[in-house]
T-cell receptor, first 114, second 111 residues
Framework: DAGVTQSPTHLIKTRGQHVTLRCSPISGHKSVSWYQQVLGQGPQFIFQYYEKEERGRGNFPDRFSARQFPNYSSELNVNALLLGDSALYLC?????????????FGSGTRLTVV | GNSVTQMEGPVTLSEEAFLTINCTYTATGYPSLFWYVQYPGEGLQLLLKATKADDKGSNKGFEATYRKETTSFHLEKGSVQVSDSAVYFCAPQGSARQLTFGSGTQLTVLP
């Protein structure tokens, strides 16, 4: 079985640009969460989607948005990129919103803003 | 919201040494508790979990016990291996099921 897949694995953007990151959860998982991990720090929660609805939002500016599609895949969008948005963006999926089984994480998308 | 305090690293041990990584948390209610591990250049992997007080999570020789009285979830392993070298994260789960990660503890095991 495929795990959580994220694309692209790496990308470089210029300040002010827009970026879209994609995530496919494990088959059968209906919950997708997004985390930002700045180098040397722990991941920070950005969004959680379950059954295509937003169920949680972390303390991130409105430049960050996300959505979940009918097949439960998800996109994270970041507008007006700043240098500080450079980070590893992790997607995590779960079949029960992580209550008992925890989350399975993808390998992440490494975003560099120059 | 939740918060986590993890033992600061880096931690360097010799192979077969005993490992403890301390983790204390603040949270409303009784959250599920998790330890995740991150190997170099990779995403996070679930190491173990505990969903209620006094539960002991275990996996790959690692153990942690959910201590409600002390709001702690310390990670232990009796004999570490070089392959255990990684960053370890303690994470309670919030009311919205989000994870709150500590800053991580870098473990290096020397042969």
């Amino acid at each position: 079985d495929a795990g959580v897949t994220q694309s692209p694995t790496h990308l470089i953007k210029t300040r002010g640009q827009h970026v879209t990151l994609r995530c496919s959860p494990i088959s059968g998982h209906k919950s997708v969460s997004w985390y930002q991990q700045v180098l040397g720090q722990g991941p920070q929660f950005i969004f959680q989607y379950y059954e295509k609805e937003e169920r949680g939002r972390g303390n991130f500016p409105d430049r960050f948005s996300a959505r979940q599609f009918p097949n439960y895949s998800s996109e994270l969008n970041v507008n007006a990129l700043l240098l500080g948005d450079s980070a590893l963006y992790l997607c995590a999926s779960s079949d029960d919103r992580g209550r008992f089984g925890g989350y399975t994480f993808g390998s992440g998308t490494r975003l560099t803003v120059v | 919201g939740n918060s986590v305090t993890q033992m600061e690293g880096p931690v360097t041990l010799s192979e077969e040494a005993f490992l403890t990584i301390n983790c204390t948390y603040t949270a409303t209610g009784y959250p599920s508790l998790f330890w995740y591990v991150q190997y170099p250049g990779e995403g996070l992997q679930l190491l173990l979990k505990a969903t209620k007080a006094d539960d002991k999570g275990s996996n790959k020789g690692f153990e942690a016990t959910y201590r409600k009285e002390t709001t702690s979830f310390h990670l232990e392993k009796g004999s570490v291996q070089v392959s255990d070298s990684a960053v370890y994260f303690c994470a309670p789960q919030g009311s919205a099921r989000q994870l709150t990660f500590g800053s991580g503890t870098q473990l290096t095991v020397l042969p």
